[in-house]
């Protein structure tokens, strides 16, 4: 198959950016799976999200490194494996390799089938927090793209009003671009306390950015 070579200059430029990125150099030494794990870990930091006793939903988790996170900050020592203080629960489209410790389904999160799968591993107990990196395929036309990536953050922001605790929160990410002010507009309508943050870990040049909801509103 060929290859044009617009397409291979810029699969150039993303690799060398990618083998020279700190956080992805960090993942390696630090036994994270993709460099999205710091992403979460700034934004919990900067936030006290998670905390060891807690019950987390992990939307859209493969390869596992928020999963991997949570799990580290779960466990009394912070380890990778061993003791862990809480449940997570991971879901995704895409096969993720086993996490110790993490009960993860793989399906359509938007299939009902799959959604109640996902009630049933809760076992009706509110989560302390839903995490949220879903993202679909993108195919390039802004407009489909962002129906579609605003669909999934319904998805989530619906599935945090049933299953999250009253002051419970949710992590999303969303892109800027069309459809960003809706989806801020929603979280102002579901949480008390929103907040827009671009970790340090998101690459500048990405459009992506995180919406945080914390403490559900009365509905």
């Not at 930091?45 to 991997?68: C, K, M, Y």
């Not at 580290?72 to 991971?90: E, N, Y």
């Amino acid at each position: 198959m060929k290859v044009k070579t617009k397409s291979k200059k810029v699969n150039k430029a993303w690799l060398n950016d990618h083998v020279n990125d700190p956080y992805v150099k960090l993942a390696q030494k630090e036994g994270f799976r993709a460099r999205a794990a710091y992403k979460l870990k700034e934004i919990d930091e900067s936030l006290g999200l998670i905390r060891p006793g807690n019950l987390v939903v992990d939307l859209g988790s493969a390869p596992g490194a928020w999963s991997q996170y949570v799990r580290r900050k779960l466990s009394p020592q912070g380890a990778a494996v061993g003791a862990l203080d809480g449940t997570i629960i991971a879901l995704d489209i895409l096969p993720m390799e086993p996490v110790e410790g993490v009960v993860f389904l793989q399906g359509d999160f938007r299939e009902p089938e799959v959604l109640a799968r996902l009630e049933a591993a809760v076992q009706g107990r509110k989560a302390d927090a839903v995490v949220s990196d879903m993202a679909p395929n993108l195919s390039g036309v802004e407009s489909a793209d962002s129906a579609r990536i605003q669909h999934l953050v319904e998805l989530a922001v619906d599935f945090s009003r049933a299953h999250l605790k009253p002051d419970g929160a949710l992590v999303a990410k969303v892109f800027h671009g069309s459809g960003y002010s809706q989806l801020v507009k929603l979280f102002k309508e579901t949480f008390r306390v929103v907040k827009p943050l671009k970790p340090k870990a998101s690459r500048d040049k990405s459009s992506e950015t995180f919406l945080v909801g914390i403490g559900l509103k009365q509905q």
